[in-house]
């Protein structure tokens, strides 16, 4: 696949691709799936019936209707549509980076039906216009059911409280204020004291500005060796215990957002143990990689929160695998080539996520550590709990967001191949276990794997 030379031609590109693959909305049986509904905690054989947008029916031996299509997935894995708690698409104000039009290919060919994104836009997410403006985008591109977490405070600045009341009524589904901080304990208390009124959730970056400074690596052995400004620990450890005892004040909804450390995941379940509103994330490439991989200025490595310790973890997988983390995500963040050349220190964090989501996961079950209606759950039920939507399911009478997927398929991540605009991955050249068939978004097939 040749790489358009620009992102307009890009866009254009995948806005094609995807309107080539989204076929029209009508009856089709999926026979023989083993489906995954974490919903109803159902494990086994079925059929599943989708017409028009919604599932019709679920069961054995489902009588296919009048000119139906009718998929055979005997051996293939029917789950809900993944829904993905952190993805940057880059518009509006990066679209030198992605867009709208060239993420969502890549969000369904990695089985993503729904995402959030964060405030950080250009501009910032902060009023009721803005919302509306990126809505409107992501309607015009595509499918993709595309929600919003609203600025908590306006232009991410810390300062002053956005209107909340109002981005919750222009279709907010939560409040953050991303990575940005917020130095003054005052407002971040009215933060969660106005959002609590409002039953909006607040997903907080748990990471303390002032312990984390200019760092791009995780504090220890690697960092001191490569001579990388470092982010302790502590970092997260001081801003979780901040916001939980902020928390136990208000009784505010509070969601952790890409956990990184064994600490933080003890803070979390401690609070869950007292009964706290708290709810808790990580991505996908925390459960897979470690500080050793930044060995060698791996610019593909440097992310925020840093890559941490082996011991880290493997306590991060046995928090998801417990439930203490409730969700994993793909922390989507595509950039053009440059943006990963310089000098590690210099380069821009974050990896193109979306389409190595799902078999990372996967991993995870060929590993072991989930079954595979954990792993669903953790994709889809409780993402989609967390942010109050109403998916992750597959029922009669549910929207017919799904993914059928191929367990035991072996691929190699090429990156020229990718889907996405952006091909920073420290995935290349891995050989992957599990990968998507098909994926409908509201019972249009808006992804069918070719061969």
Not at 22 to 45: F, M, Q, W, Y
Not at 105 to 118: D, E, R, S, W
Not at 216 to 240: D, F, I, M, N, Q
Not at 343 to 361: D, K, Q
Request: hydrophobic content about 45%; overall charge neutral.
């Amino acid at each position: 696949m040749t790489r358009p030379s620009n992102m307009r031609e890009w866009s254009a590109r995948a806005r094609a691709a995807g309107e080539a693959q989204a076929e029209p909305t009508g009856a089709t049986l999926i026979r023989g799936a083993r489906v995954l509904d974490p919903a109803s905690a159902t494990d086994r054989k079925l059929d599943v019936l989708i017409e028009n947008e919604h599932i019709a029916a679920v069961g054995e031996a489902l009588a296919a209707p009048a000119r139906a299509s009718i998929i055979d997935a005997h051996g293939l894995w029917l789950m809900p549509g993944l829904v993905d708690l952190c993805a940057r698409l880059r518009e509006p104000g990066a679209t030198h980076k992605a867009s709208f039009a060239s993420e969502m290919p890549a969000a369904f060919a990695g089985g993503i039906t729904q995402v959030l994104i964060p405030p950080d836009t250009q501009p910032a997410l902060d009023t009721p216009a803005m919302l509306i403006r990126v809505q409107r985008l992501a309607r015009q591109a595509g499918t993709l059911d595309v929600r919003m977490l609203g600025a908590l405070t306006r232009e991410l600045s810390g300062a002053a409280l956005a209107e909340l009341s109002a981005l919750k009524s222009a279709g907010a589904v939560g409040v953050s204020n991303a990575a940005a901080p917020i130095n003054d304990s005052r407002i971040a208390r009215r933060a969660l004291e106005y959002a609590k009124g409002l039953e909006l959730p607040v997903h907080v970056f748990a990471q303390d500005a002032g312990l984390a400074g200019n760092g791009c690596a995780h504090e220890g052995p690697v960092a001191t060796r490569l001579g990388l400004s470092a982010v302790p620990v502590a970092a997260e450890v001081a801003a979780l215990r901040f916001w939980i005892s902020l928390v136990e004040d208000t009784g505010a909804r509070v969601h952790f957002c890409r956990l990184s450390t064994a600490r933080g995941a003890e803070l979390i379940e401690a609070a869950l143990g007292r009964g706290l509103p708290v709810s808790a994330d990580v991505a996908a490439h925390q459960l897979h990689l470690c500080d050793t991989d930044v060995d060698g200025f791996n610019a593909q490595c440097h992310v925020q929160p840093p890559l941490r310790t082996r011991d880290d973890r493997d306590a991060l997988r046995a928090a998801v695998a417990s439930g203490v983390i409730g969700a994993i995500c793909s922390d989507h963040q595509p950039h053009e080539a440059d943006a990963k050349i310089n000098p590690f220190p210099l380069t821009e964090p974050g990896i193109s996520a979306l389409e190595t989501l799902l078999p990372l996961t996967l991993q995870l079950v060929h590993d072991g550590l989930l079954s595979p209606l954990q792993a669903a759950e953790r994709l889809s039920r409780g993402p989609a709990a967390i942010a109050g939507l109403d998916s992750g399911r597959i029922a009669s009478g549910a929207l017919a967001d799904l993914v059928l997927v191929d367990a035991e398929a072996r691929w190699t991540l090429r990156p020229e191949r990718m889907l996405s605009a952006g091909r920073n991955t420290p995935f290349a050249g891995r050989t992957l276990r599990g990968r998507v068939r098909a994926t409908w978004r509201a019972g249009r097939a808006v992804f069918r794997a070719s061969g």
